[in-house]
T-cell receptor, first 110, second 114 residues
Framework: GQNIDQPTEMTATEGAIVQINCTYQ??????LFWYQQHAGEAPTFLSY??LDGLEEKGRFSSFLSRSKGYSYLLLKELQMKDSASYLC???????????WGAGTKLIIKP | DSGVTQTPKHLITATGQRVTLRCSPR?????VYWYQQSLDQGLQFLIQ???????AKGNILERFSAQQFPDLHSELNLSSLELGDSALYFC?????????????FGEGSRLTVL
């Protein structure tokens, strides 16, 4: 079957760094996405990885290892507004559909 | 603003009723996706349309149906509503069927079934 695993919840301190992991088992691989979703709001796109390595975008970075079926999202200099759920999604082979993880709820404490 | 428009934003109705949710994709996007998100749950893929045709189906109940019109807007019809259908329903769009980029999400329609 196809599966994406993320931690359910994480807590971090304002100003610190947090790493949110995502492991996946899918039929085929055509890219991995990270989305941010504040409670009750729409998911918004953060990053896309299709090749191994690190993609950096401001305070956010995303890493991919296709051989290990593993990605992480790294958030630096955490701000209170970063409190949200972070969704990992993989585009497999089937109809280019995205397979979604259940999301990681990140709680930022002062 | 993602450019994807959903109406209504909020909807309260009773069990057994029928509702229609509407989505207008971003200008130029041909593909529309519908997702359901229950409280504190992940996104559940319901159905995808591309240029008016159904392309993929997820965990969509038989009580639910959707269509995409010639002007590319889409409607999700939910009938014989049950308490468990209360959820956020998101529409997302992308440029093409085989587009490898991201999906753009509307703000969602919050359905409450009493």
């Amino acid at each position: 079957g196809q599966n994406i695993d993320q931690p359910t919840e994480m807590t971090a301190t304002e100003g610190a760094i947090v790493q949110i992991n995502c492991t996946y088992q899918t039929s085929g691989f055509n890219g991995l996405f990270w989305y941010q979703q504040h409670a009750g709001e729409a998911p918004t796109f953060l990053s896309y990885n299709v090749l191994d390595g690190l993609e950096e975008k401001g305070r956010f970075s995303s890493f991919l290892s296709r051989s290990k079926g593993y990605s992480y999202l790294l958030l630096k200099e955490l701000q209170m507004k970063d409190s949200a759920s972070y969704l990992c999604a993989v585009r497999g082979d089937s109809n280019y559909q995205l397979i979604w993880g259940a999301g990681t709820k990140l709680i930022i404490k002062p | 603003d993602s450019g994807v428009t959903q109406t209504p934003k909020h909807l309260i109705t009773a069990t057994g009723q029928r509702v229609t949710l509407r989505c207008s994709p971003r200008s130029g996007d041909l593909s529309v996706y519908w997702y359901q998100q229950s409280l504190d749950q992940g996104l559940q893929f319901l159905i995808q349309y591309y240029n008016g045709e159904e392309r993929a189906k997820g965990n969509i109940l038989e009580r639910f149906s959707a269509q995409q019109f010639p002007d590319l807007h889409s409607e999700l019809n939910l009938s014989s509503l049950e308490l468990g259908d209360s959820a956020l329903y998101f529409c997302a769009s992308s440029v093409a069927l085989d587009y490898y980029g991201e999906l753009f999400f509307g703000e969602g329609s919050r359905l409450t079934v009493l």
